[in-house]
T-cell receptor
Framework: AQRVTQPEKLLSVFKGAPVELKCNYS??????LFWYVQYSRQRLQLLLRHISRESIKGFTADLNKGETSFHLKKPFAQEEDSAMYYC????????????FGAGTRLFVKA | EAGVAQSPRYKIIEKRQSVAFWCNPISGHATLYWYQQILGQGPKLLIQ????????DSQLPKDRFSAERLKGVDSTLKIQPAKLEDSAVYLC????????????FGEGSWLTVV
């Protein structure tokens, strides 16, 4: 079964501290993995995708196929990073659709 | 580039009443999605259109939910009759053929069923 699991509902860190938001997935095939972010009063938007191998707003994510994980990391959290983060998976198995995890709320304290 | 437009933004109805949500995707985007997001959960795909054809509606409660995308552009999602558990944000999203996996979301339509 296709599934995206984000084990933490809430993650609270101090400004300047490293942050890691966890994402594990279950998928039979080769999925594409994404992180979406929703800032307060804004729409859900794409943050990054694994095939781009980019760093967006200081965030990076590495796809680990052995551990079926796609954790989101940032070495030094900023207050403006406070938001809701969703891990998502897309693929052709079962149809070309995207499924989302339950989300992790990141709160960066001053 | 204009984003995905949705209306109404907020709706409160009584159970057993009906409600309809409208969505206008980004111009040129062939794929349109309706997601349901219940408080504390991630978005759940209800239905996916490719142009005006349905690609996936496996999680759409067809006894009460219906959706259409006439002419392959705008879409309407209807709930009739509504139940308390339908209280959620209904997100419309779209993507283009050459990059179908990058999804652009609307601001959502917040439904409260009382």
């Amino acid at each position: 079964a296709q599934r995206v699991t984000q084990p933490e509902k809430l993650l609270s860190v101090f400004k300047g501290a490293p942050v890691e938001l966890k994402c594990n997935y279950s998928y039979s095939g080769s999925p594409e993995l994404f992180w979406y972010v929703q800032y307060s009063r804004q729409r859900l938007q794409l943050l990054l995708r694994h095939i781009s191998r980019e760093s967006i707003k200081g965030f990076t994510a590495d796809l680990n196929k052995g551990e079926t994980s796609f954790h989101l990391k940032k070495p030094f959290a900023q207050e403006e990073d406070s938001a809701m983060y969703y891990c998502a998976l897309s693929g052709s198995t079962g149809g070309f659709k995207t499924i989302f995890g339950a989300g992790t709320r990141l709160f960066v304290k001053a | 580039e204009a984003g995905v437009a949705q209306s109404p933004r907020y709706k409160i109805i009584e159970k057993r009443q009906s409600v309809a949500f409208w969505c206008n995707p980004i111009s040129g985007h062939a794929t349109l999605y309706w997601y349901q997001q219940i408080l504390g959960q991630g978005p759940k795909l209800l239905i996916q259109f490719q142009n005006n054809g349905v690609v996936d509606d496996s999680q759409l409660p067809k006894d009460r939910f219906s959706a259409e995308r006439l002419k392959g552009v705008d879409s309407t999602l209807k709930i009739q009759p509504a139940k308390l558990e339908d209280s959620a944000v209904y997100l419309c999203a779209s993507s283009q053929n050459r990059d179908w996996a990058t999804i652009y979301f609307g601001e959502g339509s917040w439904l409260t069923v009382v």
